[in-house]
């Protein structure tokens, strides 16, 4: 009878670590901001994209350059998968970049990005993440 049960592993690809890995995409790059921070991320947290390692402040202050880069910025989460402690977003960023920040000269562009990211959950918080980008079709957008 035990055998039947799921394991801990198989529950932790949980519905709620699916809503958390969502509302980060809906709550902090779409509106530049998220409620409690610490409840939704490991106080070790660590961010891996473009080569480098953020701390959930740097992350954070990049993910709000983009808010403020395109104060229309709508983000979309276009599916999701979970396994394990594993879930993966596939989001899409839309916005006119009209403020010189996070890279982007401000020149009124309109913008269209897609990207994926990778959160591992430790005890129901994000302990880390790892983001690709559509940076080359962006830097096109750009006239780069």
Request: net charge neutral; proline share 5%.
């Given at each position: 009878?035990?055998?039947?049960?799921p394991?801990?592993?198989?529950?932790?690809?949980?519905?709620?670590?699916?809503?958390?890995?969502?509302?980060?995409?809906?709550?902090l790059?779409?509106?530049?901001?998220?409620a409690?921070?610490?409840?939704?991320?490991?106080?070790?947290?660590?961010?891996?994209?473009?080569?480098?390692?953020?701390?959930l402040?740097?992350?954070?202050?990049?993910?709000?350059?983009?808010?403020?880069?395109?104060?229309?910025?709508?983000?979309?989460v276009?599916?999701?998968?979970?396994?394990?402690?594993?879930?993966?977003v596939h989001?899409?960023?839309v916005?006119?970049?009209?403020?010189?920040?996070?890279?982007?000269?401000?020149?009124?562009?309109?913008l269209?990005?897609?990207g994926?990211?990778?959160?591992?959950?430790?005890?129901?918080?994000?302990?880390?993440?790892?983001?690709?980008?559509?940076?080359?079709?962006?830097?096109?957008?750009?006239?780069?």
């Amino acid at each position: 009878m035990l055998a039947a049960l799921p394991s801990p592993a198989a529950q932790a690809g949980s519905p709620d670590n699916v809503r958390t890995a969502k509302r980060v995409f809906l709550e902090l790059m779409a509106q530049g901001r998220l409620a409690r921070p610490e409840e939704t991320y490991a106080p070790d947290y660590i961010a891996h994209a473009a080569s480098f390692n953020y701390t959930l402040e740097r992350d954070t202050a990049s993910t709000r350059s983009w808010h403020e880069a395109m104060p229309d910025l709508q983000v979309t989460v276009e599916r999701t998968v979970a396994d394990r402690e594993l879930v993966a977003v596939h989001w899409r960023a839309v916005g006119t970049n009209t403020v010189a920040a996070g890279g982007m000269p401000g020149k009124g562009a309109r913008l269209g990005i897609e990207g994926m990211t990778f959160f591992r959950f430790s005890a129901g918080r994000i302990a880390e993440a790892w983001s690709v980008v559509d940076i080359a079709t962006l830097r096109r957008q750009l006239g780069e």
